[in-house]
């Protein structure tokens, strides 16, 4: 059952090669390789229609993204956030030089637990930024009416939630801003890239000001802004990805199918929730791996899957609250995050992409199963 090749966690959507060399062909043309070109236009101008969202912000990448919309929102003191998820979200906090305070997940969404938000905040709080964990949404009714209860921003963190949406409105329109990532792994990609979502035209010109280095004119600086800028290869690169994302999306739904089926009588592994209403972008595929049901660790599944040729990941762990530079905060004490350490422990992220077979997917639930039974 061993693969000839590596399988890991994902592979880049990657468009053929011709599409792509079109497109550069015309920025060889008009020899124009950044700063708002053509193709970078025409990128912002459909992701906002495929996103559902007000007004788009292009970025080199989702982390620069984040300091960025911090900045725009001017915020101060400390931030409430979720210790399940990638390092970029409390480092972006840090990096600003405010203080992340981490606060417990939902056990079934994996998720910022609304109902532990509100005993965090201080005098001290100017934002929530929550994580549509792996693509799922937060309970964002729940959040915007503590947001507003106690006159908060929000700026969620959609690195994975590319293309999701709630009753039909793109996640993208929730909180002040949304922050997406095109990084190679995500569902849409342009090698490296990001973006902001925002809903007045007032805040998208500030954000473009302020990814600009702040520049208003050739004779006027007038923020301290930041290089956030999306370049024409990049862009080029989306726009070719762009085409064949839904063909993607429906690929990855047909091998969720398949995970289910093979998965289902596996005792102790429990999979992601399907939440009413939600048009799932299919971003990752990430199991739970209960010790005593299923008899093996996370770690012995991760190891000796490893063996087998495919490279599951551990996301998230372990958790930012454990990292060497956040665990002296009073919030990253594990007493105060049960829910996010017991999952950090047991969750783990199973090779989840297009270019996956149906037989591959049947092979890696054949391999568990076998881990199981040993
Ligand atoms: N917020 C959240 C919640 C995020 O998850 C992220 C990024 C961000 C913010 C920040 O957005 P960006 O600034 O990145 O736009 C990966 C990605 O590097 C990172 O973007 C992503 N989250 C995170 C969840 O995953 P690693 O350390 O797992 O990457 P790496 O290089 O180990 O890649 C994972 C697997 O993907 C490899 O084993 C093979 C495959 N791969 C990867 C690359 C880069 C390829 O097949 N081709 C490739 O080009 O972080």
Redesign the pocket.
Same mark, same amino acid.
């Given at each position: 059952m061993r693969f000839n090749k590596p399988i890991?966690?994902?592979?880049?959507l990657l468009p053929p090669l011709e599409e792509l060399s079109k497109s550069l062909q015309d920025i060889w043309d008009a020899q124009w390789l950044t700063n708002n070109g053509a193709k970078h236009k025409e990128l912002e101008n459909e992701l906002r229609d495929y996103l559902k969202v007000p007004q788009l912000s292009l970025f080199n990448?989702?982390?620069? $993204?984040?300091l960025v919309a911090i900045k725009a929102l001017e915020l101060t003191g400390e931030v409430i956030t979720t210790p399940f998820? *990638?390092a970029?979200?409390a480092h972006?906090i840090s990096w600003m030089n405010l203080e992340p305070v981490f606060v417990d997940i939902d056990p079934v969404t994996m998720c910022i637990d609304p109902n532990r938000i509100e005993e965090a905040i201080t005098p001290r709080t100017s934002a929530i930024m929550p994580?549509h964990?792996f693509g799922t949404p937060c309970d964002v009714k729940a959040i915007a009416e503590i947001a507003e209860r106690h006159n908060l921003k929000v700026i969620y963190?959609a690195?994975?939630a590319f293309g999701t949406e709630i009753d039909g409105t793109g996640i993208g329109n929730f909180g002040n801003i949304t922050?997406y990532? *095109?990084?190679?792994?995500?569902l849409f990609n342009s $090698?490296?890239?990001?973006a902001l979502a925002c809903k007045s035209e007032e805040l998208k010109k500030k954000i473009d000001l302020l990814k600009n280095f702040g520049i208003k004119n050739e004779e006027e600086v007038i923020e301290v802004g930041i290089n956030g800028k999306m370049n024409e290869l990049q862009a080029a690169m989306g726009l070719a990805v762009l085409e064949h994302v839904e063909e993607e999306r429906q690929k990855r739904a047909i091998i969720k199918q398949t995970y289910i089926e093979n998965l289902k009588d596996i005792p102790g592994i429990k999979l992601m929730p399907d939440l009413p209403g939600v048009r799932s972008n299919y971003q990752y595929f990430a199991i739970r791996i209960d010790e005593e049901e299923f008899g093996r660790s996370r770690d012995y599944v991760y190891e000796e899957l490893k063996k087998y040729n495919v *490279?599951a990941?551990k996301?998230f762990h372990p958790l930012c609250s454990n990292y060497e530079c956040y665990r002296h905060l009073p919030s990253a004490n594990q007493k105060n995050l049960p829910v996010a350490n017991r999952i950090g422990n047991g969750v783990l992220s199973m090779p989840f992409y297009g270019g996956l077979s149906e037989e591959d997917v049947r092979t890696i639930c054949e391999i568990l199963r076998c881990i199981n039974e040993l």
């Open positions: 890991y966690v994902t592979r880049p990448n989702g982390t620069i $993204a984040l998820t *990638f970029a979200t972006s994580v964990v963190d690195a994975h922050m990532s *095109f990084h190679a792994t995500k $090698a490296e890239g990001g *490279f990941r996301y």
